[in-house]
């Protein structure tokens, strides 16, 4: 089974709008963090925002926040006010902290957003 | 602010020839990363490195790929014979510790196998 699951290939979102980018994830690891990395068309990995999987709160990260659904297993990234800046693929992570060191990341999804 | 650095951003090489992808890691991190993205798919863990030793590796890190870290700074991928599907970016990462912390990645190496 996928670790990390980005149903949505591509995106839509007109400038100044909202939107999300969904992502579920399977473990059964009781401690886990889940990621969201943005990586523009020149190729780098930026870091977006992180949430542990015993964190009570939804992480929130200027325009950023992570909707975790943790019976769900989804850890959904929303966008606020969308820029044009924004247009970019974005992945979903997770590391799980008793089984390994690694990331397992989702296969992505393209945001493109319109002015 | 510190980052992680890679050169060369674009490496390209003859099938069976050996490269060395270099990284030089944040100077306070303890553990080192490396993955691989074939162009328009996922990013694919290859391998972690702590205390001067793989700590995990995938099932694409095979007897082709070696790790090192020659000195206190720089931390190598050698790929021993390189092949056509060997083609992706390079991705060098490093955090400070193995629980919550975030990896920070470099900007990637571009290998181009001919």
């Known amino acids: 089974a996928q670790k990390i699951t980005q149903t949505q290939p591509g995106m839509f979102v007109q400038e100044k709008e909202a939107v999300t980018l969904d992502c579920t994830y399977d473990?059964?690891?009781?401690?886990?963090?889940l990621f969201w990395y943005k990586q523009p068309s020149s190729g780098e990995m930026i870091f977006l925002i992180y949430?542990?999987?015993?964190?009570?709160q939804n992480a929130t990260e200027g325009r950023y926040s992570l909707n975790f659904q943790k019976a769900r297993k989804s850890a959904n990234l929303v966008i606020s006010a969308s820029q044009l800046g924004d247009s970019a693929m974005y992945f979903c992570a997770m590391r799980e902290f008793n089984t390994g060191n690694q990331f397992y990341f989702g296969t992505g999804t393209s945001l493109t957003v319109i002015p | 602010e510190p980052e992680v650095t890679q050169t060369p951003s674009h490496q390209v090489t003859q099938m069976g020839q050996e490269v060395i992808l270099r990284c030089v890691p944040i100077?306070?991190?303890?553990?080192f990363y490396w993955y691989r993205q074939i162009l328009g798919q996922k990013v694919e863990f290859l391998v972690s490195?702590?205390?001067?030793?793989?700590?995990?590796k995938s099932e694409i890190f095979d007897d082709q790929f070696s790790v090192e870290r020659p000195d206190g700074s720089n931390f190598t991928l050698k790929i021993r014979s390189t092949k056509l599907e060997d083609s992706a970016m390079y991705f060098c990462a490093s955090s400070e510790g193995v629980s919550y912390n975030e990896q920070f990645f470099g900007p990637g190496t571009r290998l181009t196998v001919l």
């Open positions: 100077s306070n991190h303890l553990y």
């Open positions: 490195f702590y205390n001067n030793e793989i700590s995990e």
């Open positions: 949430q542990g999987s015993y964190d009570q």
């Open positions: 473990t059964s690891d009781p401690s886990y963090g």
